[in-house]
T-cell receptor, first 117, second 115 residues
Framework: AQKVTQAQTEISVVEKEDVTLDCVYE???????LFWYKQPPSGELVFLIR??????QNEISGRYSWNFQKSTSSFNFTITASQVVDSAVYFC??????????????FGTGTRLQVTL | DADVTQTPRNRITKTGKRIMLECSQT?????MYWYRQDPGLGLRLIYY???????NKGEISDGYSVSRQAQAKFSLSLESAIPNQTALYFC??????????????FGPGTRLTVL
């Protein structure tokens, strides 16, 4: 069975600090997909990134970057120069490759990030 | 207008009542999902649907039922609500044409309280 662990329940930083959110996953499949979603205080879930298991290149999008390491089964998310608007709960999720059924996501329990002035 | 809408956004009901949560999408996606979110537990899958004729149970389907009325509409029903069904409910959609594993896009959520 697949599993996603986000060991950091809550993180507090001061604005402009860099912060890394950890995500460790377990799966028996060789083909799988990893995702990050953001849930701001308003409650909606916003898709941030999707990465497949064959692509270990790091991704950078503005102040956001993602580090995927298959050797440690981790898909960590770094926010550089954090801002108050980054305050949210962040979820890491895993979807195994084709199973003949719909693409079911397994979510971690989330990390609450609080950025203060 | 939002691509995925959920109604109602907030609902308070009493134990034993039947309640329906509705989800509509204008994204043209064929796959739809219902999740519930509980504090400290992340999101868990209740039901999912490939298309109008395909409905499958997820991780926690007991106490719930669904109806896929059309490609764009997927409803979740609680036949007899109980307090531990108090949660935030999300509908999501994804596009089969996007590939084997497609990205799920979520609605704004429905906050349900069962007294």
């Amino acid at each position: 069975a697949q599993k996603v662990t986000q060991a950091q329940t809550e993180i507090s930083v001061v604005e402009k600090e860099d912060v890394t959110l950890d995500c460790v996953y377990e799966t028996r499949d060789t083909t799988y997909y990893l995702f990050w979603y953001k849930q701001p205080p308003s409650g909606e879930l916003v898709f941030l990134i999707r990465r497949n298991s064959f692509d270990e290149q790091n991704e950078i999008s503005g102040r956001y970057s993602w580090n995927f390491q298959k050797s440690t089964s981790s898909f960590n998310f770094t926010i550089t120069a954090s801002q108050v608007v980054d305050s949210a709960v962040y979820f890491c999720a895993l979807s195994e490759g084709y199973t003949g059924t719909a693409s079911k996501l397994t979510f971690g329990t989330g990390t609450r990030l609080q950025v203060t002035l | 207008d939002a691509d995925v809408t959920q109604t109602p956004r907030n609902r308070i009901t009493k134990t034993g009542k039947r309640i329906m949560l509705e989800c509509s999408q204008t994204k043209g996606h064929d796959r739809m999902y219902w999740y519930r979110q509980d504090p400290g537990l992340g999101l868990r899958l209740i039901y999912y649907s490939f298309d109008v004729k395909d409905i499958n149970k997820g991780e926690i389907s007991d106490g719930y039922s669904v109806s896929r009325q059309a490609q764009a509409k997927f409803s979740l029903s609680l036949e007899s609500a109980i307090p531990n069904q108090t949660a935030l409910y999300f509908c999501a959609t994804s596009d089969l044409r996007a590939g084997i594993t497609d990205t799920q896009y979520f609605g704004p959520g429905t906050r349900l309280t069962v007294l």
